[in-house]
């Protein structure tokens, strides 16, 4: 069978589906470009933004409050606070009592404030210079659908979410005994509860293995829910040693044996066109992915955190919040995924493990490695669908590393390949008995 003609092939994706990637490229270089600028002047985006709308609205003559700028910025007002509590610290924003009345709070730009305001104006101009190659009919077409979509965004009370404490070098979950406040953040060095966890957050800063260094000290004796604790104890004593993963039994004599055989892995492996030059181009994918596991592990944690029916499967049954603890116990083990997936000898101990991760999204075992209290098992019809964006977000991180386009395009078909193979191996055991 031919395959169908490029131009054909487009057209037969629907022009959302286009609109939707294109979009999702100008966010990226949004989102780099605002981290990259604000950086250079040592703020985080939002504090940038923040400065931003004081100078405009100062030149509108207009008085701005903490929860002005929220309102402004589209963030929450703890969210606004915490940026201006940080531009306060560096001399580039003052409160004052407004004068006409006296329980309000103004915010004012200082003279530092203003020329930092002024440099953190042009941050946006890439986008703008972009917006001005089309005609004005175009423009004119582009802001009413775009303000269409922000409205239908708005109503449905979605908002970016990314920046998730719990991806936070920052963040030590469960060291408090206060029930309320269990959490400690130590960038504002102050405890706070689950329902402070936030989604986006100005002053997030990746938990890296090179940010090790800056790791805060070990964490006070860990308060959970008495039943996980318990369970959690039995778990970690078989796994957790010096430099491992708790949880993480790839290789262990704990690992359940595959129901399905070599040789029939092999015919799978077939079946999805996964041949040796993919071998080698997954090892060549594990040198340019070693360092920037955490960068990728972030995208991704963005994207189910931004999902709230995906997210939905992290949360406790007590309290449907999400359970940050089990979002991070799982990421190390997602990392180290990452790596083997590049390192993979599609052997005996590689498939065991594959059905092991089949039945922990599964309810056979979900759960248990983590001795959480969550969602008992999760939907499949997820599990196929997430190797679309699982897939397609990882590409920018293999052309990092300089390789050429053509190598580019290699590692990630086998990658798409390798992850087909394995979500279909996961999928054992949502099968009825004998129907894999
Ligand atoms: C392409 C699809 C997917 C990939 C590549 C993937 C990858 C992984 C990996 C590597 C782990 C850790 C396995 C281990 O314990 O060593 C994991 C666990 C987990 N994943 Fe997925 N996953 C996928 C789909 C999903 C979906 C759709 C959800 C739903 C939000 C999900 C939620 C979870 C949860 C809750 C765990 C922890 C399970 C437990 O042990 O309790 N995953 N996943």
């Keep these: 069978m031919r395959s169908p003609a490029p131009a054909l092939e487009l057209e037969l994706l629907p022009p959302a589906q286009h609109i939707t990637t294109g979009l999702h490229k100008i966010s990226l270089a949004i ?7 604000a950086g250079q002047r040592g703020l985080t985006p939002t504090q940038a933004q923040i400065l931003v709308v004081l100078r405009t609205r100062e030149a509108q003559g207009a008085k701005t409050t903490v929860s002005e700028a929220a309102e402004a910025l589209a963030v929450t007002t703890a969210t606004a606070s915490d940026a201006v509590a940080t531009l306060m610290a560096k001399h580039l924003v003052a409160k004052q009592r407004d004068a006409e009345d006296a329980r309000a709070v103004l915010l004012r730009l200082t003279s530092k404030g203003r020329r930092a305001a002024r440099r953190a104006a042009l941050w946006s101009d890439f986008l703008l210079a972009a917006t001005q190659t089309l005609s004005p009919e175009e423009q004119a077409v582009f802001l009413r659908a775009l303000v269409k979509m922000i409205r239908h965004m708005q109503e449905q009370g979605q908002i970016p ?37 936030r989604l ?37 004593s078989q796994t957790a040693a010096p430099g491992h993963i708790p949880g993480y039994t790839y290789g262990t004599d ?32 594990g040198e340019v992915l070693k360092d920037q596991v955490e960068q ?38 997602f990392g180290q995924w990452i790596l083997d997936t590049a390192a993979a000898q599609y052997d005996q101990k590689w498939l065991d493990y594959q059905y ?3 039945l922990r999204h599964h309810r056979s075992a979900k759960n248990q490695t983590d001795g959480v209290d969550s969602v008992e098992n999760i939907h499949y019809r997820y599990l196929p669908t997430l190797i679309y964006p699982i897939t397609y ?25 390798s992850v087909i193979l394995q979500v279909t191996l996961w999928s054992q055991p949502y099968v009825k008995d004998g129907d894999f």
Aim: charged content about 25%.
């Design 161 to 197: 979410v990314s920046r998730m404490c719990v991806t936070c070098r920052f963040f030590r979950p469960h060291v408090h005994a206060d029930p309320e406040r269990p959490h400690h953040c130590d960038f504002v060095d102050a405890p706070f509860g689950d329902r402070h966890l």
């Design 393 to 417: 977000t990882l590409k920018p991180f293999l052309g990092k590393k300089g390789h050429a386009a053509d190598e580019v395009e290699k590692m990630h078909q086998a990658w798409i390949k």
């Design 356 to 358: 092991e991760i089949g």
């Design 200 to 236: 986006e957050c100005p002053d997030h800063q990746a938990a890296s293995p090179s940010a090790a260094s800056h790791k805060p000290p070990a964490a006070k004796p860990r308060l959970l829910h008495p039943l996980s604790s318990l369970r959690r104890r039995t778990i970690m």
């Design 31 to 37: 989102r780099s470009q605002a981290w990259q600028r």
């Design 254 to 285: 704990v690992v359940h044996k595959s129901p399905i055989t070599l040789q029939e892995l092999e015919l799978l492996k077939q079946t999805v066109l996964f041949t040796d030059e993919d071998v080698k181009y997954l090892r060549l994918s």
């Design 296 to 333: 990728v592990l972030d995208v991704w944690y963005g994207f189910v955190g931004s999902h709230p029916h995906l997210l939905h499967y992290f949360t406790r049954k007590t309290d449907g919040q999400p359970d940050a603890e089990y979002l991070a116990a799982v990421r190390k083990r």
